[in-house]
């Protein structure tokens, strides 16, 4: 079975640090997530990365900048974290075939305050 | 990407079969349709994908009519443990270069 490991289950930080969450796969995959998802607003993907050193910005990339330098490890990155990027922060991914599923970890809850 | 729509909550008892369809109007002829299912504090898991007809797995089944516009997922006899929020999803995994966006899902609450 895939597995997709994110690095803490919570945090707690306050307002202007920087925040990094990590994600792990280790299934070789070229492609890899990061989502926020906040009631009532669903699932919103906000970067996505195809390859080492590759990325591509989703739908809500303001705030947030990754980091891909190994194929397995993704991180997500908040430069200066704000009381709005408080969420629960999903990592995903897949292998990219034409009908490849996505694998999501467990998630980051993520509390800034 | 062709978006979707579909019921925001559905309710249903314990043993019963549940039904809850997709509309997706703008779907293009090389899109899969994809469902998955998410528990609270957890992340989405795949359940069930198809292009045309109908499809089965141990868990669910896919109709998908003639024209593709709209799909259903069906869940036989369900649980408790079957309340869950639902999502589907329509368009093609390829080549890392197509983002996958999800909408809000169907809460689906199962009733005892």
């Known amino acids: 079975d895939v597995k997709v490991t994110q690095s803490s289950r919570y945090l707690v930080k306050r307002t202007g640090e920087k925040v990094f969450l990590e994600c792990v796969q280790d299934m070789d995959h070229e492609n890899m997530f990061w989502y926020r998802q906040d009631p009532g607003l669903g699932l919103r993907l906000i970067y996505f990365?195809?390859?080492?050193?590759?990325?591509e910005k989703g739908d809500i990339p303001e705030g947030y900048s990754v980091s891909r330098e190994k194929k397995e490890r993704f991180s997500l990155i908040l430069e200066s974290a704000s009381t709005n990027q408080t969420s629960m922060y999903l990592c995903?991914?897949?292998?990219?075939?034409?009908?490849?599923?996505?694998?999501f970890g467990e998630g980051s809850r993520l509390t800034v305050l | 990407l062709a978006k979707t729509t579909q019921p925001i909550s559905m309710d249903s008892y314990e043993g019963q079969e549940v039904n809850i369809t997709c509309s997706h109007n703008?779907?293009?002829?090389?899109?899969?349709i994809t469902w998955y299912q998410q528990f609270p504090s957890q992340g989405p898991r795949f359940i069930i994908q198809g292009y045309k007809t109908k499809v089965t797995n141990e868990v669910a089944s896919l109709f998908i009519p003639a024209d593709r516009k709209s799909s259903t997922l069906s869940l036989p006899r369900v649980s408790l443990s079957d309340t869950a929020v639902y999502y589907c999803?329509?368009?093609?995994?390829?080549?890392?270069?197509?983002?996958?966006?999800f909408g809000i899902g169907t809460k689906l609450q199962v009733i005892p």
């Open positions: 990365s195809y390859d080492v050193k590759m990325k």
């Open positions: 995903a991914t897949t292998t990219g075939a034409i009908t490849g599923e996505l694998f």
């Open positions: 703008n779907i293009a002829t090389n899109d899969y």
């Open positions: 999803l329509v368009g093609r995994l390829s080549g890392g270069y197509q983002k996958v966006t």
